[in-house]
């Protein structure tokens, strides 16, 4: 069964960075579109950047020109670097990926942005 794990959350301060990283293990097909969400406490899911196979990047505009997300299509792996954080930013953050005609979902890692 295909899976999906991140790492990277933590505690920071406004103004500082995190990186996130998500890899996809035991897939069976090619990988499509991979990328975040995030949920804030009270607050619906939405979505934060993505990037496909080709290397086409989009993002959020709350975080567009500060987060930059990348991609290694070998590793099956992709990274979401945060800069500039806010407080805004406090959610849990969940990797996605397309594979198999489907969309499968990491379990989530927490970011808390906080002096």
């Known amino acids: 069964q295909v899976q999906v794990v991140e790492s990277g959350g933590g505690l920071v301060q406004p103004g500082g960075s995190l990186k996130l990283s998500c890899i996809v293990l035991?897939?069976?097909?090619?990988?499509?579109?991979m990328g975040w969400f995030r949920q804030a406490p009270g607050k619906e899911r939405e979505f934060v950047a993505g990037?496909?196979?080709?290397?086409?990047?989009r993002y959020a505009d709350s975080v567009r020109g500060r987060f930059i997300i990348s991609r290694d299509n070998v590793k099956n792996m992709v990274v979401l670097e945060m800069n500039s954080l806010e407080s805004e930013d406090t959610a849990v953050y969940s990797c996605?990926?397309?594979?198999?005609?489907?969309?499968?979902w990491g379990q989530g890692t927490q970011v808390t942005v906080s002096s």
């Open positions: 035991k897939r069976t097909t090619m990988i499509d579109e």
């Open positions: 996605f990926a397309g594979t198999g005609g489907m969309t499968r």
């Open positions: 990037i496909s196979r080709g290397g086409e990047r």
